[in-house]
């Protein structure tokens, strides 16, 4: 999982840019080694980072679009990889951070808000880009743009997106402290890229969070969620496994305080996910009860097909808009920990 900082210096507070007073700046961004000068307006506001390569143990590469135009590409050489006993390429976790001496720092004349910033894990086509672009913030947590003619043109969809990497909280430490946290390996890989003893403990080091890691409960990850609704190579234990809209409810919302789980995509617009068309066996509860198709709530009418649509008629109303920001609130806001969050029993 890399860590990818978005921030344009040192400063802590950001204001909003004011469309009104726009301005053309030339500015620099920088991609590993790789320095790319720019010319653009600064109230873009919808930034994308694609991945346009990617193999397990192997390095990638990661595109720069702006405006849905290209403006670099650079591979990506991760600092650490570390492997744990026994693992499928699945379990591999890569460690990466980005920073720049505080020697080389400068402070940019502009001061804006961090705009919407999404990392993609699928391989898309500059076309993509652009039609992605082109919906703007109805592409991402807004079914609206299903209805759209390029829906069907190789697009990404929302549950094979990682969550923005929005920060949580940024913070600083030394190398000497994060050899302490982390691990010795790290810290000398870290030192070696930043020409710094691996136990130096002056020069401060701005660490971004990402918003995924620090979210509490494994199943509130794009992976653990869609494994616990739909299962991805074997089924579960049939009393563990998801049969029941009620009961997957009450789960989540009263009987078990580990049960985190959000909705996946296919609620809102995939009927045939709540079927067992296949005829799979899947097992007996311990109660007696055999696992067919899923239990749908009795205003269903035992229509996958009138569930689908009724949720999505709820996602899109007025209602669910006017109270969606509470929601984020929780998941990605100032409700995830602190007083507000017990308040909010998060």
């Not at 900082?5 to 961004?29: A, G, K, L, V, W």
């Not at 549950?159 to 430490?173: L, Y």
Request: aromatic residues 10%.
């Amino acid at each position: 999982m890399g860590e990818i900082n978005d921030d344009d210096d040192d400063e802590e507070e950001q204001s909003d840019f004011n469309d009104d007073n726009q301005q053309d700046d030339d500015y620099e961004i920088n991609l590993a080694e790789s320095t790319v000068q720019i010319k653009t307006n600064l109230y873009v506001s919808f930034p994308f980072l694609f991945l346009n390569s990617s193999s397990t143990l192997k390095n990638s590469s990661v595109s720069l679009y702006v405006n849905s135009n290209l403006i670099g590409t650079q591979r990506l050489n991760y600092i650490n990889s570390t492997i744990m006993p026994n693992s499928t390429p699945s379990s591999l976790s890569i460690h990466g951070v980005i920073g720049t001496l505080p020697i080389f720092r400068s402070l940019s004349p502009v001061t804006w808000r961090q705009a919407s910033s999404y990392l993609f894990e699928d391989i898309i086509s500059p076309q993509s880009v652009k039609c992605i672009f082109n919906m703007g913030p109805n592409y991402l947590g807004s079914f609206q743009s299903l209805e759209m003619e390029n829906f069907n043109n190789s697009l990404i969809m929302e549950d094979r997106i990682m969550f923005g990497i929005h920060p949580s909280k940024i913070f600083e430490m030394t190398l000497a402290k994060f050899r302490g946290v982390y691990n010795k390996n790290d810290s000398k890989s870290i030192g070696k890229q930043l020409n710094i003893p691996s136990n130096e403990n002056v020069t401060p080091l701005r660490i971004l969070s990402n918003t995924v890691a620090q979210l509490q409960g494994s199943s509130r990850t794009v992976g653990g969620v869609v494994i616990g609704y739909i299962y991805i190579g074997h089924f579960d234990l049939a009393d563990r496994m998801f049969h029941s809209i009620k009961e997957a409810w009450l789960s989540a919302s009263k009987n078990n305080m580990a049960d985190v789980k959000e909705l996946i995509p296919e609620f809102f617009y995939l009927p045939e996910f709540l079927s067992n068309s296949n005829k799979f066996d899947l097992g007996k509860k311990q109660s007696g009860v055999e696992l067919n198709d899923i239990v749908l709530p009795p205003w269903a009418k035992n229509d996958p097909r009138e569930f689908v649509r009724v949720h999505r008629m709820a996602l899109e109303s007025d209602y669910v808009s006017a109270h969606l920001n509470e929601w984020i609130d929780l998941i990605f806001g100032y409700k995830q920990q602190g007083q507000a969050a017990i308040e909010s029993n998060n």
